[in-house]
């Protein structure tokens, strides 16, 4: 297959372009930022101003992404930046994510061959692009991929799934393993807290169980937001049906945080059920996490 470079952005006229990396697709005038903060029309061209600029770089435990049946037992170099293009009230990495870059550029910048040389020195056998969503700083996230490529490592995506068609399938020319993020299934629900359209994240699944790169997804599961039996057994079966049976399904329990503190933490016997109604619908591989057994 040969896999095309996609455009960034594209030009609207003399005075505004169109983000393409994501599915948001904000229309920018120059000097505006697009609704990640992470990403701003300058002189009519999109400025990644993150590049170069992680603000969490550590080891963590592939099992941490999470990713339970890739390099298992391995340990991953892990970046972020600031920036997101959702809007999750419940967002753990909230202090970053939910952060604008402010244009002032700090003096040290972390280059890609940098990172891919830290990841070397520290044993990692791979990248991980995670903490924030990596689509909004996928030209600093690819090149750091393919340097890391070249030196036999694997690169990891921690995701929720909103990334363009064109994106999506020129990931897989540098993406080895992805955990994807599937908030709900309720597409109402799904606009009203993320910010983000559920038919989208669907449509990009579908594609990553369809391509080379190993997939995982991740749920966590919400009181009185994703909790039902139905909606779980909705999610099941989606992943069953139309991803894979063999599809690894992780189901986390909440803890209140950021905008959403009116909640109780999910009890370990919801994150069980879940667990139970995953197996009920076929699925080889479903996980709990976040609680204490």
Same mark, same amino acid.
């Given at each position: $297959?040969?896999?095309?470079?996609?455009?960034?952005?594209?030009?609207?006229?003399?005075?505004?372009?169109?983000?393409?990396?994501?599915?948001?697709?904000?229309?920018?005038?120059?000097?505006?930022?697009?609704?990640?903060?992470?990403?701003?029309?300058?002189?009519?061209?999109?400025?990644?101003?993150?590049?170069?600029?992680?603000?969490?770089?550590?080891?963590?435990?592939?099992?941490?992404?999470?990713?339970?049946?890739?390099?298992?037992?391995?340990?991953?170099?892990?970046?972020?930046?600031?920036?997101?293009?959702?809007?999750?009230?419940?967002?753990?990495?909230?202090?970053?994510?939910?952060?604008?870059?402010?244009?002032?550029?700090?003096?040290?910048?972390?280059?890609?061959?940098?990172?891919?040389?830290?990841?070397?020195?520290?044993?990692?056998?791979?990248?991980?692009?995670?903490?924030?969503?990596?689509?909004?700083?996928?030209?600093?996230?690819?090149?750091?991929? $393919?340097?890391?490529?070249?030196?036999?490592?694997?690169?990891?995506?921690?995701?929720?799934?909103?990334?363009?068609?064109?994106?999506?399938?020129? $990931?897989?020319?540098?993406?080895?393993?992805?955990?994807?993020?599937?908030?709900?299934?309720?597409?109402?629900?799904?606009?009203?807290?993320?910010?983000?359209?559920?038919?989208?994240?669907?449509?990009?699944?579908?594609?990553?169980?369809?391509?080379?790169?190993?997939?995982?997804?991740?749920?966590?599961?919400?009181?009185?937001?994703?909790?039902?039996?139905?909606?779980?057994?909705?999610?099941?079966?989606?992943?069953?049906?139309?991803?894979?049976?063999?599809?690894?399904?992780?189901?986390?329990?909440?803890?209140?945080?950021?905008? $959403?503190?009116?909640?109780?933490?999910?009890?370990?016997?919801?994150?069980?059920?879940?667990?139970?109604?995953?197996?009920?619908?076929?699925?080889?591989?479903?996980?709990?996490?976040?609680?204490?057994?």
């Amino acid at each position: $297959m040969d896999f095309f470079q996609p455009e960034y952005f594209r030009e609207i006229d003399k005075e505004s372009i169109k983000c393409l990396l994501c599915e948001r697709s904000c229309v920018l005038k120059n000097g505006q930022k697009g609704f990640c903060g992470a990403n701003k029309n300058i002189d009519n061209e999109l400025v990644n101003l993150v590049y170069g600029h992680p603000v969490a770089l550590n080891i963590d435990h592939i099992e941490k992404k999470p990713l339970y049946r890739f390099l298992k037992g391995s340990e991953t170099y892990s970046l972020g930046t600031l920036g997101c293009n959702f809007k999750c009230l419940w967002c753990q990495n909230y202090s970053i994510s939910q952060k604008t870059f402010n244009d002032k550029i700090p003096s040290e910048i972390i280059l890609p061959d940098e990172v891919v040389s830290g990841a070397i020195q520290s044993g990692c056998m791979s990248v991980s692009y995670t903490y924030n969503e990596p689509a909004v700083f996928y030209p600093y996230a690819k090149d750091i991929g $393919m340097i890391a490529r070249e030196n036999g490592l694997k690169n990891i995506f921690v995701t929720n799934g909103y990334q363009t068609e064109a994106v999506v399938q020129n $990931m897989i020319s540098w993406v080895d393993a992805a955990n994807v993020d599937l908030k709900c299934f309720d597409s109402v629900r799904h606009k009203k807290f993320t910010g983000g359209d559920l038919e989208i994240v669907l449509r990009n699944l579908r594609s990553f169980a369809g391509s080379p790169i190993h997939l995982e997804i991740t749920t966590l599961i919400i009181p009185d937001f994703n909790d039902s039996d139905k909606e779980l057994s909705d999610i099941a079966n989606f992943i069953s049906d139309e991803l894979g049976k063999h599809i690894p399904w992780h189901v986390s329990a909440f803890h209140p945080d950021y905008k $959403m503190t009116d909640r109780t933490s999910t009890p370990k016997e919801t994150v069980f059920k879940a667990v139970e109604i995953g197996l009920s619908k076929g699925l080889k591989y479903v996980y709990p996490g976040n609680i204490r057994l």
